[in-house]
């Protein structure tokens, strides 16, 4: 009898650890997911936990003031969908103008599309008692730039892949922390070569009002050649209708020799 205890036992421990990662789903037929606070700059592919068929368009406006006499304004337009539970996707498709002090357009760098981006994240644990959400995803940014004397085309210079883990805390829908982080390895084509970095971002954001604004303030980090960069981003979100939410941050470098200052607004519309 204690042999069978025992091999029962073996063979039961690992699915019910297996069961805390990967919860069924209840009798709604709604798989659980907690509510967290997505930051304005480094936004979530998806949210933590999110459902089939939840999807959202974003238009992104920034400004940089950068130190070697540029000014850089950006425009984005970002999508992110989730096709099954848990797994979302996400396409961001960048477009950067350049100016001088004088904010005269300048030839170089060119004002062009930049990169291409897309990202994929999948939650794999989902507490809604603890309040907690863990995810694993990966992003692939691909930089690209016009040929010398040409107008039209692109030239693919660098690619950059980015795996990352994520984790989220709510404590009773008013105060929230999220963590992602993880290598950046970028190979640069011409000349070929290649960069590590490690990127770290921390977030804590407080909800206010029975429309759930939000402020924030987010802190990206990234070491890379022993040195670290941090850019501090105090932020507000606004839900200022249903199924509309604007996001307004600033940027506040330290220890980066090339930037001065930066903002950023992003407007999102979720679709029902």
Same mark, same amino acid.
């Given at each position: 009898? !204690?042999?069978? *205890? %025992?091999?029962?036992?073996?063979?039961?421990?690992?699915?019910? +650890?297996?069961?805390?990662?990967?919860?069924?789903?209840?009798?709604?037929?709604? &798989?659980?997911? @907690?509510?967290?606070?997505?930051? +304005?700059?480094?936004?979530? $592919?998806?949210?933590?936990?999110?459902?089939?068929?939840?999807?959202?368009?974003?238009?992104?406006?920034?400004?940089?003031?950068?130190?070697?006499?540029?000014?850089?304004?950006?425009?984005?337009?970002?999508?992110?969908?989730?096709?099954?539970?848990?797994?979302? #996707?996400?396409? @961001?498709?960048?477009?950067?103008?350049?100016? *001088?002090?004088?904010?005269?357009? +300048?030839?170089?760098?060119?004002?062009?599309?930049?990169? %291409?981006?897309?990202?994929?994240?999948?939650?794999?644990?989902?507490?809604?008692?603890?309040?907690?959400?863990?995810?694993?995803? #990966?992003?692939?940014?691909?930089?690209?730039?016009?040929?010398?004397?040409?107008?039209?085309?692109?030239? =693919?210079?660098? /690619?950059?892949?980015?795996?990352?883990?994520?984790?989220?805390?709510?404590?009773?829908?008013?105060?929230?922390?999220?963590?992602?982080?993880?290598?950046?390895?970028? &190979?640069?084509?011409?000349?070929?070569?290649?960069?590590?970095?490690?990127?770290?971002? *921390?977030?804590?954001?407080?909800?206010? *009002?029975?429309?759930?604004?939000?402020?924030?303030?987010?802190?990206? !980090?990234?070491?890379?050649?022993?040195?670290?960069?941090?850019?501090?981003?105090?932020? =507000? $979100?606004?839900?200022?209708?249903?199924?509309?939410? @604007?996001? /307004?941050?600033?940027?506040?470098?330290?220890?980066?020799?090339?930037? !001065?200052?930066?903002?950023? @607004?992003?407007?999102?519309?979720?679709? &029902?």
């Amino acid at each position: 009898m !204690k042999g069978i *205890s %025992l091999l029962i036992f073996l063979l039961a421990a690992p699915t019910a +650890v297996l069961a805390q990662f990967f919860p069924k789903k209840p009798e709604t037929g709604l &798989r659980p997911q @907690v509510m967290h606070a997505d930051p +304005v700059f480094e936004d979530m $592919t998806t949210v933590l936990g999110a459902r089939k068929g939840e999807n959202e368009l974003n238009l992104n406006f920034g400004y940089n003031r950068v130190r070697n006499n540029h000014h850089s304004l950006l425009g984005q337009i970002e999508y992110e969908i989730a096709p099954v539970d848990y797994l979302g #996707f996400e396409i @961001v498709l960048p477009y950067s103008l350049y100016f *001088s002090n004088e904010m005269s357009p +300048v030839p170089r760098p060119d004002n062009q599309l930049e990169f %291409l981006q897309w990202a994929s994240q999948y939650t794999f644990y989902v507490n809604e008692k603890k309040g907690i959400s863990m995810g694993l995803g #990966f992003k692939n940014v691909l930089e690209m730039r016009s040929p010398e004397g040409q107008h039209s085309g692109f030239k =693919l210079e660098e /690619m950059s892949l980015l795996p990352f883990y994520m984790i989220g805390k709510n404590w009773q829908d008013t105060y929230f922390f999220l963590f992602s982080g993880g290598p950046e390895i970028t &190979r640069q084509l011409r000349p070929l070569e290649t960069e590590w970095a490690i990127n770290l971002n *921390s977030n804590f954001h407080y909800a206010f *009002s029975e429309k759930d604004h939000m402020v924030g303030l987010e802190i990206n !980090k990234q070491i890379a050649e022993g040195a670290i960069g941090m850019i501090f981003r105090p932020q =507000l $979100t606004l839900n200022v209708w249903e199924d509309i939410v @604007v996001g /307004m941050v600033i940027g506040i470098p330290v220890g980066l020799e090339e930037d !001065k200052w930066n903002a950023f @607004v992003r407007l999102a519309y979720e679709f &029902r």
